[in-house]
DNA sequence: CCCGTAATAT
DNA sequence: CATATTACGG
């Protein structure tokens, strides 16, 4: 009865292939506009069939609209298998996926101190991802980020002193926003109002003080300890052992370059790692990649971090 | 268009 | 679970 069935899906699946030609268009479409714009690909002719050679040198973005200059380096190859495939180039545009963004204290430092610099006003997705100057990372990343972030804020001035001060108060969900957040020096002055920014102003210049939030910096340094640790583990070590720190450890080692902190937005966040594995050579090798083997599931995740370590 | 939010998906 | 993605109003 097996061969009824086979053949059934086999009819069918025959019956709904499409021409090459209706593929070629869908392949584009699922690169992400980002990205294709990185690889200057917009053109509805990606790339003849037939070359297989693929991209070498990727230009950055000639001109951005805004007075952001910055037409960083852009260092960011396809994962890839290691398997001599060989038509990778073309892969790209069919199994182009970003790997998950790991939000590393740092980069999320970075996010905080451009919002913080930016004020809640001029604070949105894509400024901060602008003043950000992380290659690589999308609008949509920061928006979510962004999301979830004031969420977090929102949290922390409705609670005040509620009740206790202990940790023990916050539910598990909370906890783990906690986490992220509380585990990095929180310039937390930007809460209340946003800033004037008018016209011919700069986008940044303005420090608040509100009253609120001292405690919590208490309880959030104590969560931070802990937060470290968790942090790149989760729960996900099931039996209490050594946390293992990875073969490939990454915050062991980070390359920070010539870029000095944000708060200028001149810099050129050349040298900032984002990627996706390099089958060849990436001289620098500034990202991390961390492939995480479930059963029978492997989820990559793209750990692009911020200029600048200082802390 | 872009942003903000909530719901939903991976 | 942490992010991503989508949907929808503003």
Redesign the pocket.
């Known amino acids: 009865m097996i061969e009824e069935e086979e053949s059934n899906w086999f009819a069918r699946w025959e019956e709904e292939l499409p021409s090459p030609e209706e593929l070629m268009p869908l392949s584009q479409s699922l690169i992400t506009p980002d990205l294709a714009l990185a690889f200057d690909i917009t053109s509805p002719n990606p790339n003849p069939p037939a070359g297989l050679h693929h991209h070498h040198c990727i230009t950055a973005n000639q001109h951005p609209p805004q007075t952001l200059p910055p037409p960083s380096d852009f260092e960011s190859a396809e994962y890839s298998g290691p398997a001599g495939t060989g038509s990778v180039g073309d892969e790209t545009a069919r199994t182009l996926?970003?790997p998950?963004?790991?939000?590393t204290p740092q980069l999320h430092k970075r996010f905080v101190d451009a919002v913080a610099h930016l004020g809640i006003k001029n604070a949105?997705?894509?400024?901060i991802m602008q003043l950000m100057s992380v290659d690589g990372l999308t609008?949509?990343?920061v928006?979510?980020?962004?999301?979830?972030y004031?969420?977090y804020l929102k949290r922390m001035q409705g609670l005040s002193s509620s009740a206790s001060t202990s940790p023990c108060s916050m539910s598990?969900a909370d906890a783990?926003?906690e986490?992220?957040f509380a585990s990095n020096p929180i310039p937390h002055p930007f809460l209340a109002r946003g800033a004037a920014a008018g016209p011919g102003k700069e986008p940044f210049m303005q420090f608040m003080s509100p009253p609120l939030l001292q405690h919590h910096q208490q309880m959030a340094a104590a969560a931070a300890a802990v937060a470290q640790q968790q942090f790149y583990h989760?729960r996900q070590m099931g039996h209490f052992g050594l946390p293992v720190t990875a073969g490939g450890g990454y915050d062991a080692e980070f390359h920070a370059r010539g870029a000095p902190h944000i708060g200028v937005n001149r810099m050129g966040a050349s040298g900032l790692g984002i990627g996706y594995a390099s089958p060849s050579a990436a001289p620098p090798k500034s990202y991390g990649e961390d492939v995480h083997s479930g059963s029978g599931g492997e989820r990559r995740v793209l750990t692009l971090f911020p200029t600048s370590s200082e802390d």
């Open positions: 996926k970003r998950r963004l790991v939000w949105v997705p894509k400024t609008r949509e990343n928006a979510s980020h962004l999301q979830k004031r969420l598990a783990a926003t986490q992220l989760q």
